[in-house]
């Protein structure tokens, strides 16, 4: 193993830069609780890869400002607006207003924080490179996934358990499981299951017997027919069940 793949587990493994990994926001505490919504991975678009390369810094981008994330057109961190809206009670076509009044996912900003299961950044949940797997040491997604799970997952408990969110928010139901571990659930719950506009089947996993309330939804910005990437209406059934579940 390389010094370069040891630095890079070695700072997965230290507790102290969990918020760094994260996209933006702030954790919370006890007597002042975020809402967290963690993601599988980072997204990486074409546009994304584009402005990474041209190494230049964009207005809010250090900040992780509402501005700039709007500005960047992420479906995934719109339709969390959308999602977080409705969950506080308000309209879903206030999302803007919200999400600027809120500030939502501003570094530094108290209220609410946005991360993921793994670090690795594509545009794309199967996808891995030879860029990943020299920078990890791992062959194959799945290694780094195993790996990531022994490295990561004790560390984002612990942080829960030292935070206590009032709500995590796990979007993509392929990786129940996982956000099942990092509260601490054994036992799988009760899928609550509707049917969208379109026809579609989809479904939300709620429970409370874990560190932290867990709500586990379909994707925010995935493709397939049974996410919410253009669902407006299954986003707003969504947050609304999650509200009954809570008792808001």
């Given at each position: 193993m390389t010094d370069e793949i040891c630095a890079y587990w070695d700072e997965v493994s230290n507790p102290q830069v969990f918020p760094d990994w994260c996209d933006g926001g702030d954790p919370g505490s006890p007597e002042r609780p975020s809402i967290w919504l963690f993601g599988i991975e980072p997204g990486n678009s074409r546009a994304d890869q584009a402005h990474e390369n041209s190494g230049k810094t964009l207005p809010g981008q250090e900040s992780y400002s509402v501005d700039f994330q709007l500005a960047r057109g992420w479906i995934f961190?719109?339709?969390?607006?959308?999602?977080?809206?409705?969950?506080?009670?308000?309209?879903?076509?206030?999302?803007?207003?919200?999400?600027?009044?809120?500030?939502?996912?501003?570094?530094?900003?108290?209220?609410?924080?946005?991360?993921?299961?793994?670090?690795?950044?594509?545009?794309?949940?199967?996808?891995?490179?030879e860029e990943a797997a020299a920078r990890t040491g791992c062959a194959t997604k799945e290694a780094y996934y195993t790996q990531m799970r022994e490295a990561r997952f004790s560390i984002m408990r612990a942080w829960i358990e030292k935070c206590r969110p009032k709500l995590i928010i796990g979007s993509g139901l392929g990786n129940r499981s996982d956000f099942l571990k990092v509260v601490g659930v054994n036992e799988m719950p009760e899928r609550h299951n509707w049917v969208s506009a379109n026809g579609v089947s989809k479904g939300v996993y709620f429970t409370s017997a874990g560190v932290a309330p867990l709500a586990i939804i379909p994707h925010l910005s995935g493709q397939g027919p049974h996410v919410l990437r253009h669902d407006d209406e299954g986003i707003a059934y969504t947050a609304n069940h999650i509200r009954t579940a809570l008792g808001w």
């Open positions: 961190n719109r339709n969390a607006f959308k999602l977080l809206t409705v969950l506080k009670g308000e309209p879903l076509e206030a999302h803007v207003d919200f999400a600027q009044r809120e500030r939502i996912f501003e570094n530094g900003q108290p209220g609410y924080l946005k991360g993921n299961l793994f670090l690795e950044q594509f545009s794309e949940v199967a996808t891995w490179s």
